[in-house]
Every structure is written in structure tokens, then in C-alpha cells.
């Protein structure tokens, strides 16, 4: 079966680091997705990972070990707009997208 | 904008009705996918199609069905409505139906059933 595990909730403080886990238990594995997702809104694409370590775009990366079933996104310099839902999503062997129950991150002053 | 429309925007109705959601692609994309997203179960895949195929199925009721045009919009038809199906419907497209396929998503079709 699929199994996608995230935190539920997260509190940061602007300016600051966090890190978002996610692990996964798929039938295959062709890369892991981060989505960003405000409340009511559509999710928006962030980063793709396929192979082992560390992609880094911005102020916004993702790290990926295939032999742990892990993958890590981290946010810098965290922002008040960075407060919002991020959804890990492994793309199996048929070529669908498995979404965690996501991990809603709220950034505080 | 991630040039994915998806229309209405909002839709309530009643039990064991049946409604109609569109979806329009973007320019250039082959693939459709659909999602459901409810309080609480998160983003749930329901079916893609690709060039007017369906190319996965994941946990769509037989109540439910979907159908990709030849101008490669899409329709999903959800039948027999209960008040389970209350959630947000989203609709993603992508460039083909490869494995490193970034899905755009569209703003969400939300449905009341009461």
C-alpha cells in the first residue's frame, strides 16, 4: 500500500529556519514533490526530487534519501506568506501522485 | 494563475443529485488529472486521462466518472451525490504523462452537498 507520513502542524518564527519531514512506504518510487498550499486555494509546485540529496531553489530546499524513504523540505528566512499547508506527494509506479495529509506551517512575528 | 481554469467555482446541491465540473488544461498539456480534497483526508487522486485516455484510477467511486474531449478538456461527473462528497474538487494538468511531470493546479471547484 501508500503511506505518506507528515507532522500535522508546525509554528516558526519569522526570519527563522524550519524543516518539514516527510516519509513514505510506496509500491515504486519515481520522485518525490513538494506542494505549497494556502487554505482554500490550489496547491502550487515547489521542488522535485528523483535522486539522492539536496535541491536547492531560493530560499526553499528539498533533500531526498531513496534507501530511508525521507525527504526534508527546508525553508529559510522564513516569511509571514510562507504560513500555509506543504504537501509531501511521491509519484508511484503508475504515475500518480500519493499525497501525505500535509503539514500546516504557521509563522508567527 | 497556473493557467488551469476549472469552472464553477462553487456548486451546492442536494443529495442524490448529479453534477457536472469542468476543467479546461493548459495550453500544451496532454494530461489531466483529478483530485479531491476533503477536511479530512487530504488530496485524494481520483483518475488522469491522457490525450483523451485514461491512463490511472486511483480511489474513484463508481458513482463518479470522467472523460477527457478531444479539445482535451475534461469533465467529471459525480452522480448520486451524498453528503460525503462535500469537498474541494481540483483539477491539474501536465505537459505529457511522464514521471517528473510537474501537475499545475486549478483553483478548485468546491462542492456543497446538503
Known amino acids: 500500500g501508500q503511506n505518506i507520513d507528515q507532522p500535522t502542524e508546525m509554528t516558526a518564527t519569522e526570519g527563522a529556519i524550519v524543516q518539514i519531514n516527510c516519509t513514505y512506504q510506496?509500491?515504486?518510487?519515481?520522485?518525490l514533490f513538494w506542494y505549497q498550499q494556502h487554505a482554500g486555494e490550489a496547491p502550487t509546485f515547489l521542488s522535485y526530487?528523483?535522486?539522492?540529496g539536496l535541491e536547492e531553489k531560493g530560499r526553499f530546499s528539498s533533500f531526498l534519501s531513496r534507501s530511508k524513504g525521507y525527504s526534508y523540505l527546508l525553508l529559510k528566512e522564513l516569511q509571514m506568506k510562507d504560513s500555509a499547508s506543504y504537501l509531501c506527494?511521491?509519484?508511484?509506479?503508475?504515475?500518480?501522485?500519493?499525497f501525505g495529509g500535509g503539514t500546516r506551517l504557521m509563522v508567527k512575528p | 494563475d497556473s493557467g488551469v481554469t476549472q469552472t464553477p467555482k462553487h456548486l451546492i446541491t442536494a443529495t442524490g443529485q448529479r453534477v457536472t465540473l469542468r476543467c479546461s488544461p493548459r495550453?500544451?498539456?496532454?494530461?489531466v488529472y483529478w483530485y479531491q480534497q476533503s477536511l479530512d483526508q487530504g488530496l485524494q487522486f481520483l483518475i488522469q486521462?491522457?490525450?483523451?485516455?485514461?491512463?490511472a484510477k486511483g480511489n474513484i467511486l463508481e458513482r463518479f466518472s470522467a472523460q477527457q474531449f478531444p479539445d482535451l478538456h475534461s469533465e467529471l461527473n459525480l452522480s448520486s451525490l451524498e453528503l460525503g462528497d462535500s469537498a474541494l474538487y481540483f483539477c491539474?494538468?501536465?505537459?505529457?504523462?511522464?514521471?517528473?511531470?510537474?501537475?499545475?493546479f486549478g483553483p478548485g471547484t468546491r462542492l456543497t452537498v446538503l
Open positions: 491539474a494538468s501536465s505537459r505529457t504523462s511522464g514521471r517528473s511531470n510537474e501537475q499545475f
Open positions: 510506496t509500491s515504486g518510487f519515481n520522485g
Open positions: 526530487n528523483v535522486l539522492d
Open positions: 506527494a511521491v509519484n508511484n509506479a503508475g504515475n500518480m501522485l500519493t
Open positions: 495550453s500544451g498539456d496532454l494530461s
Open positions: 486521462y491522457y490525450n483523451g485516455e485514461e491512463r
